[in-house]
């Protein structure tokens, strides 16, 4: 059996909470003679700038180019609220992502059927929802430059941020998002503000382009704020939604709600195919380091979980073990296993090792 080299991240606030469980997880299915890995671990965020000066060091960003795949816990949280922009927790996120080139930002949104009831919404628009956001993690407003804040004569200050995208960025992600339609549903939807932004006039000109090669699959473009909204009136009318790096961060969050909590939102960060097949990655929940539960085994770990089966289908080819491992997250959950953010009001909860033994378990039940 092939090892595949992993760099575990766990960062700050609950990502080293959900990281072990993600740890049991590997363990099982080295155990099981199902998955192998050698894993090495690291500091990124906040806990790397107490132990370095920075949120990310270059060696750390050497180990990170070097594994198979990366897994990220989260960064970030109020003990480094007053450190210089350039160096605060987020920012060696960021950096992995840039450096790496992990331009295309996979984030599914599924409302596992024992979680109909925990939506914000309620059960007849989310049962079934199976939506996959194609988010642009490497361009946008998040790395455009000029990004300052400079004063003025009178004493005041002005803020720049430059929203910036190329035909090339564009289309790299439109063909994301309509190879990943092929194999779903055949629809894709593009969300950008070409009303009010020039960037949004090039996004739906680029995405309409690469449509052209992709007839069997149908195309809808819709303004971004009408799709936040369209998100809770109607989610299910989605199937592959692409957007760029600011809309895709909001729109995830959104959707993550629709599932029952943002603690059920995994994610596959990933680069360019190069001419060996292979490509880097980098796997990480869509929540944050949660710092008003941290520490306390209150975090719900399957999105971290789920984050270590897009790993396997995504980074491995190990698409069966992900749906073993998916199919754990199922088992589990229509168990009864409920960590408090997904567990109904008055109800009794586990933790978030109590969430790690219940997938472990279902694992281990499914295999026999
Ligand atoms: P957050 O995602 O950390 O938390 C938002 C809310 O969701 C909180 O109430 C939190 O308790 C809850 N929540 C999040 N994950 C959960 C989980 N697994 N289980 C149960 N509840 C969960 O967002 P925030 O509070 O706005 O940000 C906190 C910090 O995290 C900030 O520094 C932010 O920059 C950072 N952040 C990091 C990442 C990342 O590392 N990928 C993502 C988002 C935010
Ligand atoms: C996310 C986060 C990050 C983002 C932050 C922590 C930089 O919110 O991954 O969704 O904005 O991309
Ligand atoms: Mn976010």
Not at 165 to 188: H, N, P, Q, W
Not at 219 to 232: G, I, K
Not at 317 to 338: F, P
Request: hydrophobic share 45%; proline share 4%.
């Amino acid at each position: 059996m092939t090892t595949h080299k992993l760099l575990l991240l766990p960062g700050d606030g609950i990502g080293p909470e959900v990281m072990a469980e993600v740890e049991k997880v590997i363990g099982f299915l080295g155990e099981a003679g199902i998955a192998a890995f050698e894993t090495e671990g690291d500091l990124v965020g906040g806990c790397a700038i107490d132990a370095h000066g920075v949120p990310l060091t270059d060696a750390a960003l050497a180990r990170a180019e070097a594994a198979d795949a990366v897994l990220l816990g989260a960064v970030g949280g109020p003990k480094w609220a007053n450190v210089a922009y350039e160096i605060r927790p987020e920012a060696g996120l960021l950096r992995l992502r840039k450096d790496l080139g992990l331009f295309a930002n996979l984030r599914p949104a599924i409302c596992y059927p024992a979680l109909a009831e925990a939506s914000a919404l309620k059960r007849e628009l989310v049962e079934g929802l199976d939506i996959m956001i194609v988010r642009e993690l490497t361009g946008g407003v998040y790395f455009g430059e000029p990004k300052e804040i400079t004063t003025l004569a009178d004493g005041t200050k002005r803020a720049v941020d430059t929203q910036v995208y190329t035909t090339g960025e564009i289309d790299r992600i439109a063909r994301v998002a309509f190879d990943l339609a092929r194999k779903r549903s055949g629809r894709v939807a593009s969300a950008e503000k070409h009303n009010v932004m020039k960037s949004g006039v090039l996004w739906k000109e680029v995405v309409t382009q690469v449509h052209a090669e992709y007839a069997d699959v149908a195309l809808e473009h819709v303004l971004a704020d009408n799709c936040a909204m369209q998100l809770v009136r109607r989610p299910k009318q989605y199937d592959v939604l692409v957007t760029d790096n600011l809309f895709g961060d909001v729109l995830s969050d959104v959707a993550a709600m629709l599932t029952g909590s943002l603690g059920m939102l995994p994610s596959a960060s990933l680069g360019a195919v190069d001419a060996k097949g292979s490509r880097k990655a980098l796997y990480e929940p869509v929540h944050g380091s949660a710092p008003d539960i941290a520490g306390r085994d209150l975090a719900n770990p399957l999105a971290m979980i789920g984050s270590l089966a897009m790993a396997l289908r995504y980074s491995f080819g190990l698409g069966e073990a992900a749906d073993l491992l998916d199919g754990a997250i199922t088992d589990a959950l229509a168990g009864g296993a409920r960590t408090r953010d997904i567990a109904p009001e008055g109800t009794r909860a586990l933790g978030t090792a109590g969430m790690g033994d219940a997938v472990v378990a279902a694992l281990k039940a499914r295999i026999g």
